[in-house]
T-cell receptor, first 110, second 113 residues
Framework: QKEVEQNSGPLSVPEGAIASLNCTYS??????FFWYRQYSGKSPELIMS????GDKEDGRFTAQLNKASQYVSLLIRDSQPSDSATYLC??????????FGTGTSLTVIP | DAGITQSPRHKVTETGTPVTLRCHQT?????MYWYRQDPGHGLRLIHY???????DKGEVSDGYSVSRSKTEDFLLTLESATSSQTSVYFC????????????FGPGTRLTVL
């Protein structure tokens, strides 16, 4: 059984702070990793993809991957109230299947 | 938005009745997926398709069947709905350029009474 663990939160940060979201996964064969944002009552939206060890930055978002530790994280800089959502981590396997964590709920306090 | 629509968007039905949910895509993607999302369980894969008439089971396939007779349509059928199938159902496609990022439809909220 492939597992994905995320801190469920809720995580609260003040506006302008850095929010740090973490994810560990069990499948050492996973080569691709995805972060989705899901607003309440809406569908998941892909915000970051990362495939290589290290950091990948896209605007205020930075994804960090450490395959040896089976760990992937998402940093949100200068957090905004509009970032308040649930964030889902999803490793992808070689069979085109994704395994989703249960998500971390983030609240950014104005 | 990857051109994915789902119908119906909301449905209330009774235990024992058959239910079919439809996923329609406009971009000719080969891979399509059905997930359900429940509190405390996250997104769980029900079935997926890798081409017309080519489907396979996911993690929680019991009580569900699927069909794909055209590239653009992927149907999920609950042969005899049960209250445990009350959930939000999401369809997704995978873009096979790159690393198969998945993109989701708007979802169907199904309530089985």
């Amino acid at each position: 059984q492939k597992e994905v663990e995320q801190n469920s939160g809720p995580l609260s940060v003040p506006e302008g702070a850095i929010a740090s979201l973490n994810c560990t996964y069990s499948d050492r064969g996973s080569q691709s990793f995805f972060w989705y944002r899901q607003y309440s009552g809406k569908s998941p939206e892909l915000i970051m993809s990362i495939y290589s060890n290290g950091d990948k930055e896209d605007g205020r978002f930075t994804a960090q991957l450490n395959k040896a530790s089976q760990y992937v994280s998402l940093l949100i800089r200068d957090s905004q109230p509009s970032d308040s959502a649930t964030y889902l981590c999803a490793p992808g396997d070689t069979g085109n299947q994704f395994y989703f964590g249960t998500g971390t709920s983030l609240t950014v306090i104005p | 938005d990857a051109g994915i629509t789902q119908s119906p968007r909301h449905k209330v039905t009774e235990t024992g009745t058959p239910v079919t949910l439809r996923c329609h895509q406009t971009e000719n993607h080969r891979y399509m997926y059905w997930y359900r999302q429940d509190p405390g369980h996250g997104l769980r894969l029900i079935h997926y398709s890798y081409g017309v008439k080519d489907t396979d089971k996911g993690e929680v396939s019991d009580g569900y069947s699927v069909s794909r007779s055209k590239t653009e349509d992927f149907l999920l059928t609950l042969e005899s709905a049960t209250s445990s199938q009350t959930s939000v159902y999401f369809c997704a496609i995978a873009k096979t350029s790159g690393y198969n990022e998945q993109f989701f439809g708007p979802g169907t909220r199904l309530t089985v009474l």
